[in-house]
């Protein structure tokens, strides 16, 4: 049994040893774009400045990395814990984690099952009854026995022209994507808490505006009856002042039911239920924004965009997957043996004279299957084509991301400087238009459509600092958002 075991074993390592080529493609990793602009006029180095600490410019430079951690830019020690929270309990990053688990799992499980020698232990025992005839001997009675068995089997699949390697690959390329996933998850998250802190601080700030105007005009409102009641005043300046007091305060639910909104939202990104009152809320002036900005270059920036990666592991499986179709045309060698003890006695099993063994093969070679293999082959070879189109429409969508946001950081600058000068002058022209009009230098009218001005010049200010703030997260996912500074991602990876 010993030299059948060594016999055996030794047909199955030289058939594992045979180098095969594997048909079908090579992959190789897309050439990164050509240019090194995201615009065509120039990249300003910084962007203008403005009064305040919403107004200090921007610089960009390639030297700068983007941290792992890159929101405690904003030196906020309250969105820090959020998206810390954020992103060790939302449910959207824990089913990504999970999903790419599985794919890995599943990748591992294959490459054993595919690439090795698969054996089996089997054990069976059985009682029969055997007429004469099968010895040559009619005329001899039927005899009945016990048939015991005990081996082990192999099974191997040598893989001649790779269709098993070229599946793994499919596998494997397979599990980067949902690798990528889950980190475009994590960036998505991260940039989703900061934008929506973001818009509940401006909300904040819009509803104070709103509330001072309103407040200024019902003491207006108030001034404008007494004069009515003194006969200096008409009864048609009383009721246009108490239209405007109510049309602002009824601008004033729809702010709040944004802000309730945005507060629900922020909860559940968290991964906690929208009536949870331990969320913190946010105001501008609780937000430092970040001065200095990275600008990674386009060829590097397909090698850190996640979404990118993505669509480059799913042009991997489809190269993969057209290799499989193509060797699922050519022969097939499929090896199979056992070894082990045969006895008509329990006891006697594994003594000598009871051993038993087998080895065989079999080749397929496929001949007519209606047209299948060659139809699945031209299929795979569109899919793959497909996914070469998505992987280049993937690129130009990161790009443009890049290029837009770029240009909306400078528009932003741009617009709260002038943002910044009309509130400062349409303030001081209010302020003058009140007291002329308490003296009667100016018409009622006047004084509404200063008030009005005032209202929409602070409301507008107050959008322009929150859209930088927005934007600087957008710039950072743009740019991939850091995950290959985390020191946790390599190990995540390998999970």
Known sequence: MTRSVRGLSLALLAAAAV???????????????A??????????????????????????SSERDIPADWWTLYHSS???ELVRQALADSPTVQAARATLLTSVETWKANRGGLLLPSFDAQGQAAREREPGAVVGEPQVPAFIFNLFDASVGVSYRLDLFGASRRQIEALRAQADYQRWEFEAARITLTANVITTAVSIASLHAQ????????????????????????????????????TQVADNEAQLPGLEKQLAQAQHRLAVLVGRTPDDATIPDFTL??????????????????????DVQAAEA???????QLGVAT?????????????????????????????????????TQPLFHGGELLGLKRAARADLDRATAEYREAVLAALQDVADTLRALEADARTLQADLITETDAQDTLKMTQLQYKVGGV????????????????????????????????????LGGGWWNRQDNAKETRQ
């Open 19 to 33: 180098v095969a080529c594997a048909v079908g493609p090579d992959f190789h990793a897309p050439a990164p774009p």
């Open 35 to 60: 240019t090194t602009h995201y615009t065509r006029a120039p990249q300003p180095a910084a962007t203008v400045a403005a009064p305040g600490p919403s107004g200090t410019a921007q610089t960009f």
């Open 78 to 80: 309250a969105l820090d």
């Open 207 to 242: 509803i104070a505006a709103l509330a001072d105007i309103i407040a200024s005009e019902r003491d207006q409102l108030k001034v404008v009856q007494r004069q009515f009641d003194a006969g200096a005043a008409s009864r048609s300046d009383v009721l246009a002042q108490q």
């Open 285 to 306: 002036d609780q937000l430092t924004l970040p001065a200095e900005l990275p600008l990674t270059v386009p060829a590097k920036l397909v090698r850190q965009r996640p």
């Open 314 to 320: 799913l042009l991997h499986v489809s190269t993969a």
């Open 327 to 363: 060797a699922n045309m050519y022969p097939q060698l499929n090896l199979t043996g056992s070894i082990g003890s045969e006895t008509i006695q329990a006891s006697d099993l594994f003594k000598t004279g009871s051993a038993a063994w087998n080895i065989g093969g079999s080749l």
């Open 443 to 478: 018409s009622y009218l006047t004084l509404l459509n200063a008030e009005r001005v005032y209202l929409e010049a602070r409301q507008s200010r107050v959008q322009a600092e929150a859209a930088r703030y927005a934007d600087t997260a957008a710039l950072f996912q743009a």
